[in-house]
């Protein structure tokens, strides 16, 4: 069976010569048992009409915000939501360009928008329009933001100019998309489990304007709540000041602030956790005093700010242990990146540790991306290239799901 059967994919068609190849794509989806929503754009339809692709999928092909007749409103948030993926192939210069700056000038671009599912982008165009330093600047924008780039062949062009910009013949998008969901965590392999996540900053307050921070955005934190609820966990998701918003019902979101409510939260959740995951990036000191008034600017000396440690959350969770519990923790280190990341594991009794490179552009802060090493207290290691986070989340899952089914067998 393929690993695309009972998937809702939403296949986005924009105005190139290679939306004929679009009707090859979507038989060959239809075949593989997806069910197929066609998103066409205004000047798609001038090389593909919508009668063709509605009668192989099935469903009237959506192209305008609303019917003209009926008044009736087509949803793009309903839509985005009902994905479990996007394809847009082919995908012109124009599109490109309209998805990498939120141009919502039509349904398609609104659909990627609102699409809370993995997208995939087929670029289809001539040579120099694909080799233009602002399609190229285009195309690594819809990268950083973690969509999949299905790269185009080099060959003979409608132009009849041979270079790169041929669109991807619709067996390797068919393959692109059967590997990704083929990666799925199997089933709902966390079904009954509960995971217990953070994620995020910690704010250290100062005074009743200032804190100490940091730029952590929370979006691997909570792209691990996210896939793991998908697998079937319950999950608690204690997070520091972001702005995100979890989704699935299956997350408890905590919203904390400080390292010491972040701690209070996580030590009453972890005695019926199965798996905890340390995704926060915590702040090691916080003000000793805080003042109950805005610390004024004086002529003189500039104040100072005594520190005082942070509980160390991980540790102290690796101290309250018990077998059967799972402890992940997170690495964030710029030397020495494998001894480092070895280290905090055994002092803070993990059970495994995930180290971001910071050497990779793309990881770590902020990024829709990231490339990771996990190591396991069981001495192995496996090493991952650079991903959206929510792969990244998923490997992650994958690689604890298996150590404890090791442990129990
Ligand atoms: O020691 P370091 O901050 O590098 O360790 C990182 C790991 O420990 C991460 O998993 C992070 O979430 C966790 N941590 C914590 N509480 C702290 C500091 C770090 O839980 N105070």
Same mark, same amino acid.
């Given at each position: 069976?393929?690993?695309?059967?009972?998937?809702?994919?939403?296949?986005?068609?924009?105005?190139?010569?290679?939306?004929?190849?679009?009707?090859?794509?979507?038989?060959?989806?239809?075949?593989?048992?997806?069910?197929?929503?066609?998103?066409? #754009?205004?000047?798609?339809?001038?090389?593909? #009409?919508?009668?063709?692709?509605?009668?192989?999928?099935?469903?009237?092909?959506?192209?305008?915000?609303?019917?003209? $007749?009926? *008044?009736?409103?087509?949803?793009?948030?309903?839509?985005?939501?009902?994905?479990?993926?996007?394809?847009?192939?082919?995908?012109?210069?124009?599109?490109?360009?309209?998805?990498?700056?939120?141009?919502?000038? $039509?349904?398609?671009?609104?659909?990627?928008?609102?699409? @809370?599912?993995?997208?995939?982008?087929?670029?289809?165009?001539?040579?120099?329009?694909?080799?233009?330093?602002?399609?190229?600047?285009?195309?690594?924008?819809?990268?950083?933001?973690?969509?999949?780039?299905?790269?185009?062949?080099?060959?003979?062009?409608?132009?009849?100019?041979?270079?790169?910009?041929?669109?991807?013949?619709?067996?390797?998008?068919?393959?692109?998309?059967?590997?990704?969901?083929?990666?799925?965590?199997?089933?709902?392999?966390?079904? /009954?489990?509960?995971?217990?996540?953070?994620?995020?900053?910690?704010?250290?307050?100062?005074?009743?304007?200032?804190?100490?921070?940091?730029?952590?955005? *929370?979006?691997? *934190?909570?792209?691990?709540?996210?896939?793991?609820?998908?697998?079937?966990?319950?999950?608690?998701?204690?997070? /520091?000041?972001?702005?995100?918003?979890?989704?699935?019902?299956?997350?408890?979101?905590?919203?904390?602030?400080?390292?010491?409510?972040?701690?209070?939260?996580?030590?009453?959740?972890?005695?019926?956790?199965? =798996?905890?995951?340390?995704?926060?990036?915590?702040?090691?000191?916080?003000?000793?005093?805080?003042? !109950?008034?805005? =610390?004024?600017?004086?002529? *003189?000396?500039?104040?100072?700010?005594?520190?005082?440690?942070?509980?160390?959350?991980?540790?102290?969770?690796?101290?309250?242990?018990?077998?059967?519990?799972?402890?992940? /923790?997170?690495?964030?280190?710029?030397?020495? !990146?494998?001894?480092?990341?070895?280290?905090?594991?055994?002092?803070?009794?993990?059970?495994?540790?995930?180290?971001?490179?910071?050497?990779?552009?793309?990881?770590?802060?902020?990024?829709?991306?990231?490339?990771?090493?996990?190591?396991?207290?069981?001495?192995?290691?496996?090493?991952?290239?650079? @991903?959206?986070?929510?792969?990244?989340?998923?490997? =992650?899952?994958?690689?604890?799901?298996?150590?404890?089914?090791?442990?129990?067998?």
């Amino acid at each position: 069976m393929s690993p695309l059967s009972g998937r809702h994919i939403i296949l986005g068609i924009t105005g190139g010569i290679a939306a004929y190849k679009s009707v090859s794509l979507l038989r060959l989806l239809v075949k593989a048992g997806a069910e197929v929503q066609v998103v066409i #754009t205004p000047s798609g339809k001038e090389f593909i #009409t919508p009668v063709t692709l509605s009668a192989l999928s099935h469903r009237p092909v959506v192209s305008e915000f609303f019917t003209a $007749n009926t *008044g009736e409103w087509h949803s793009h948030v309903d839509l985005g939501l009902w994905a479990d993926a996007m394809v847009v192939a082919p995908a012109t210069a124009c599109s490109i360009a309209k998805m990498a700056h939120g141009v919502a000038d $039509n349904m398609l671009i609104t659909t990627y928008l609102s699409a @809370k599912a993995p997208v995939f982008v087929a670029p289809a165009m001539d040579l120099d329009m694909m080799a233009h330093p602002s399609t190229q600047a285009n195309i690594a924008l819809l990268r950083s933001y973690g969509n999949h780039i299905i790269e185009p062949a080099s060959g003979e062009l409608a132009s009849g100019l041979v270079g790169k910009g041929r669109m991807a013949e619709p067996e390797e998008i068919m393959a692109a998309l059967e590997l990704f969901f083929a990666q799925e965590i199997k089933g709902h392999a966390l079904r /009954g489990k509960r995971v217990l996540i953070t994620a995020g900053p910690t704010y250290e307050r100062i005074d009743p304007v200032r804190f100490i921070g940091n730029f952590s955005s *929370g979006k691997m *934190g909570y792209a691990l709540a996210e896939e793991a609820a998908k697998a079937g966990a319950q999950v608690t998701l204690v997070s /520091g000041p972001v702005s995100l918003r979890a989704n699935h019902p299956s997350i408890q979101v905590v919203a904390v602030e400080s390292a010491r409510q972040m701690l209070a939260a996580c030590q009453e959740a972890f005695p019926t956790t199965d =798996i905890a995951i340390m995704c926060a990036a915590v702040a090691d000191y916080a003000p000793a005093e805080y003042a !109950e008034r805005k =610390i004024k600017r004086e002529a *003189g000396e500039a104040p100072v700010i005594h520190l005082v440690k942070n509980p160390d959350i991980a540790a102290t969770l690796g101290a309250e242990k018990r077998p059967g519990q799972t402890l992940v /923790g997170f690495a964030l280190e710029t030397d020495h !990146e494998e001894t480092n990341a070895l280290d905090k594991m055994r002092r803070k009794h993990l059970d495994m540790i995930v180290m971001n490179s910071l050497q990779t552009p793309g990881a770590g802060f902020a990024t829709d991306t990231n490339q990771v090493t996990i190591y396991s207290a069981d001495g192995s290691t496996r090493q991952g290239e650079l @991903k959206s986070k929510t792969e990244v989340a998923r490997d =992650i899952l994958q690689a604890i799901i298996r150590e404890r089914e090791e442990a129990e067998a």
